[in-house]
């Protein structure tokens, strides 16, 4: 779908006779082009149309792309993401490539998209590789689209197409990026916890077991779960309890001590504050969906 864009470029610069309180994403610039000249070239700090953010991604081809002292080839399904002004420099070699460099590009305004930009950044680099069928290159096509057939018309719309873009990169980045390895001892903690969640040992018992001591059990459990062991206990309780809870009419008291609380009163208590209401509430509600598995921030 990509291939069939016409090489044009939009640009919008939209003003509001009311000053805007509300944080609006700023669209500059969406384009499609082909270049097959070698006088293309772009310095990031001798531009005047800054502060800008850059996301520029080759279709076919390929470009040149100095950044911070490093030349690097920007091919076919990579992106490279920039800022202007900054140390960087991008443009075409004919003798590379006879083909042309063909891409899209997305110029915006960094005031309210640079923490979002910056958590990208860092977890993709700056010449992160994205399918064409992704979800944020889908994204960066339907707002060239938009733009192309005059859908963009107001900055409430420009917006609200420059959000989902960045937030499904943010989304890729995030599913894409190489989690830290869970150390094996933690690895065996946490599946000594879903087997053994209702019958716990202590914390210095769990550290034993998986050979750590109690300090460095601790602080990698955090570290690598995202949890304390006796959060990660509770919450495997409480979701082991939703289905004693919507398949039986077994008492709170009887399913709280069979997933390992000490009485109903304490899993009440945990139940309220992550569920955000009482377990018989939950029961007794008529339009309850039947969850198989509940999932918590």
Known sequence: ??????????GFRFHSSKELHLPICHLFAVGHDRITHNDYRWHGQERGDGPLLLFQYTLAGQGVLELNGETLLATAQHA?????????CYYYVPEQDQQ??????????PHT?????????????RLPKLPPDSAPIVKLTQLFVAAQQGQITDPF??????YSFFMSLRQFADSHSVPAAMPAAIAKAVQWI???YANMIGQEQ???????????????FSKYVGLTPNEYVNRKRIEQSLELLLSTDQSLEHIARSVGFSNASYYIRKFRKLIGQTPATFRSNKHQLA?????FD
């Open 1 to 10: 779908m990509n291939n069939k864009l016409p090489n044009e470029t939009y």
């Open 80 to 88: 490279f993401l920039v800022e202007i002004p900054s140390d960087h």
């Open 100 to 109: 042309g460099w063909q891409f899209m590009f997305l110029l915006v305004r």
């Open 113 to 125: 998209i640079m923490p979002l930009w910056n958590e990208i950044t860092e977890l993709m680099g």
């Open 157 to 162: 719309t420009a917006s609200s197409y420059v």
């Open 194 to 196: 879903d087997l053994n």
């Open 206 to 220: 769990l550290a034993e077991l998986v050979g750590l001591s109690k300090y460095h059990f601790l602080r990698s």
């Open 291 to 295: 969850y198989k598995r509940l999932f």
